[in-house]
């Protein structure tokens, strides 16, 4: 032991003599110098101090809508790629929810559609899984990064062309992909299921997004980066990285690959999915509202909290297990630590909502990228709670675990992009909602479907993990009590997907509706030029 | 911050220094732990039957490591000993699991060596255990007429198996089988073994 705790000491002190560095770099050069005037540069002007919430009434006001020329030709440059990425998004979360729903149902009928291999329980849970990461949060989140990214930089979208061959190359990968998994093909750990053979070609999809969206930020017609910027470039060069190392065959094994495994499968979702929806919310909230954030220098905080502290937190999955001890409080302080970089995006975040409640009524878009972020709050307080070894003895190997995985990866992630395409889409494709009433229909059916599926398992978790723990109980009883827990699991997924059924619909109507005259023929002026 | 250059270079920094935290020194460690005398490396019967496990996703429901009794009743259980890093030195994919849908497997083979039971069980869980919610895997057996010579007949209680003909397990699910069966960590912990001792009860 002695060794590693030299070797450790040793690593702090140098890690905090360059974190130095860098510090003094940083405040000598100004570039911690921030004022609330950098929290406009999303606003073109005449912007700021009106609600932009376009095309979800046919009645609603025009003069709610800014026509800036401009941006009107970065937007038309978007448009594709950004069209692209959503809509295979759009499709992949309607598949993606039909194989959660079987898993689902799998597990209180379990004989039912149990006669082929590819329709096994431990299969159609792995493609859920990989198709709602990889296809729906991932690549609509990468849509929402390409249409707002040239809005907020004011300048056209760079390689445009690269972006789409990034998004078609990582669709074919995640088809390969699930016919893999669907056959039996996997590498079989989770998170990292997909066979590196196909992984390779998803990292290669992935580097392709990364030249646009530098490429265009260092073209920029604005001198500061706003915070989402911040988020969306570290989030766009950790991917490929991570994904490559965790996916390397042949390198790691046993216990050690337990510890890639959960240093992987926690930064896919903290150093890659969470920036990416906490930068849109970062973005839309303000946006939505027309009002800057509550506190600016706050989100510098909370955006260097989150990269170092959410970056070692993944050996909380290994608590108790057969891996040395401090590696796995060091991702338990780290767990408990992310309370600093939540609480200061939702002091942003909330606070900026809080104080516009007229904006959370008015606009739908607000109100689902709002739920949104709070539950990532509320996600990220209960995963620091979940890593303390008292509780986690209790819900560690339990369906709690899985309704906290819904609440962070559904509700924050995915309740962001509903908002966030209700926001884009009429500007996107110049088209009013076709039926704006349906928007609260699918507003309400995911939100109490998901209130079901959470309560469900949350407490049936608890009940199923206190069992296993009463040596004097059969383990028969922790899986007897779970049955009805699961039974109205499955009633919530039904109402989250029937929901997904009315937005990808609604989706495709907006898509594909003719465009009407006045708005197709919108001015083309004068090409955006590089800074 | 309006740069670019210092942003992504601080934020892979940070990935690195993660990478090294919870990849490199852990590993360095673990690395230079030798298998726990007494575990045998997995012959290719049971390797095949090891993937099949994994194919199947069983890992989505039974962990493989059971957690020290400063935490809880795993041992009392029948579970085992607490799993220790060396366990592992054969392993990968590593099969550690994050959930307890059914118990915990590290030592089945030591708990429940019954070829026949395994089989059973595999093609319809309900006939040996009516409240498990676990699949069946019948399309791992196959209904004969007969059976022919070297074939594992495979027989069903209460009634659960095919009304005509004889079942015949696949080879896959005669692999899978002796993979359980090789499931057996119950040798000695060395002293000074790796594991989260985190639980662990003060002894002053």
């Known amino acids: 032991m002695e060794p590693t705790i030299g070797l450790l000491l040793a690593l702090s002190f140098l890690v905090s003599l360059l974190a130095l560095t860098f510090l003094i770099w940083a405040v000598s050069s100004r570039q911690m110098a921030f004022n609330q005037a950098q929290a406009r540069t999303i606003f073109v002007a005449g912007e700021e101090g009106h609600a932009d919430n376009p095309g979800i009434s046919p009645n609603a006001d025009d003069d709610t809508h800014h026509f800036d020329p401009a941006r009107a030709g970065i937007d038309a440059i978007s448009a594709r790629p950004v069209t692209i990425l959503l809509t295979t998004a759009v499709l992949w979360l309607v598949v993606g929810s039909i194989f959660g729903l079987t898993a689902s149902l799998k597990l209180h009928w379990p004989d039912w559609l149990g006669d082929e291999a590819w329709l096994t329980f431990g299969r159609v849970r792995t493609i859920h899984l990989n198709i709602v990461i990889y296809g729906w949060s991932s690549l609509g989140l990468l849509g929402v990064v390409f249409w707002v990214a040239p809005r907020m930089f004011h300048t056209r979208l760079r390689h445009p062309h690269l972006a789409e061959v990034g998004a078609l190359i990582w669709n074919l990968a995640l088809l390969a992909a699930v016919f893999a998994l669907a056959t039996g093909w996997t590498d079989g750990e989770e998170w990292l299921e997909i066979p590196w053979q196909i992984d390779m070609l998803l990292a290669v999809a992935s580097a392709c997004f990364v030249l646009p969206l530098l490429r265009t930020a260092a073209a920029r017609n604005v001198h500061h980066i706003y915070v989402t910027g911040w988020y969306w470039m570290a989030a766009i060069c950790w991917f490929p990285v991570l994904f490559v190392i965790a996916n390397l065959p042949g390198l790691f094994v046993g216990a050690q690959q337990a510890t890639v495994n959960w240093w992987f499968a926690h930064n896919v979702l903290g150093l890659w999915l969470t920036p990416l929806g906490v930068g849109a919310g970062y973005y839309f909230i303000p946006k939505i509202i027309g009002k800057p954030i509550y506190s600016y220098s706050l989100s510098l905080l909370g955006f260097w909290a989150l990269a170092l502290f959410y970056s070692q937190v993944g050996i909380h999955h290994l608590i108790g297990g057969p891996v040395p001890t401090w590696v796995v409080t060091l991702s338990i302080v780290h767990s408990v630590m992310m309370f600093v970089p939540v609480i200061t995006v939702a002091i942003n975040q909330h606070v900026t909502v809080a104080q516009n409640m007229w904006a959370f009524k008015q606009s739908i878009a607000l109100r689902f990228v709002s739920l949104g972020a709070i539950c990532y709050t509320l996600a990220s307080f209960q995963g620091s709670i979940e890593a303390l070894r008292s509780i986690n003895t209790v819900v560690h190997f339990t369906q709690y675990t899985v309704g906290h995985a819904h609440l962070g990866a559904y509700t924050f992630l995915s309740f962001t992009l509903f908002g966030a395409v209700y926001h884009m889409m009429p500007r996107i494709t110049g088209c009013s909602w076709p039926w704006p009433r349906l928007i609260p229909v699918h507003f309400w059916l995911v939100v109490i479907g998901f209130t079901v599926y959470f309560v469900a398992l949350s407490i049936g978790g608890i009940y199923q993990g206190l069992a296993m723990l009463d040596a004097t109980r059969p383990f028969a009883d922790s899986v007897i009590l779970l049955k009805p827990y699961l039974e109205s699991r499955s009633v919530g997924g039904a109402l989250m997907t029937l929901g997904h059924f009315v937005f990808a619909a609604h989706f495709a109507a907006i898509l594909l509706q003719r465009r009407p005259a006045a708005v197709s023929s919108a001015p083309m002026t004068q090409p955006v030029v590089a800074a | ?204």
């Open chain 2, 1 to 204: 911050m309006n740069r670019i250059l210092p942003l992504s270079i601080l934020a892979l920094a940070i990935l690195a220094l993660a990478t090294l935290m919870l990849v490199v020194v852990p590993g360095m460690q673990i690395n230079a732990q030798p298998a726990t005398p007494g575990l045998q490396p997995y012959t290719a019967i049971q390797l095949r039957g090891r993937q099949t496990y994994v194919s199947m996703g069983c890992v989505y429901c039974h962990s493989q490591q059971p957690r020290s009794t400063d935490q809880g009743p795993d041992g009392e259980r029948g579970w085992g000993r607490p799993a220790i890093a060396s366990d592992y030195a054969y392993d990968s994919p590593h099969l550690l699991g994050t959930m307890r849908t059914g118990p915990d497997l590290s030592n089945i083979g030591a708990r429940l060596p019954n070829q026949a039971w395994h089989l059973a069980h595999l093609y319809q869980p309900r006939s040996v255990s009516a409240w498990s919610i676990m699949p069946a895997y019948s399309f791992l057996f196959e209904v004969k007429e007969r059976a022919a010579p070297g074939d594992v007949v495979v027989r069903i209680p209460n009634g659960r198996g095919p009304k005509h003909g004889v079942l015949v397990a696949k080879p896959e699910a005669i692999d899978l089988v002796a993979y359980l069966q090789s499931l057996d960590r119950t040798m000695v912990a060395p002293a000074h073994a790796e594991r989260d001792d985190g639980y662990a009860k003060s002894e002053r």
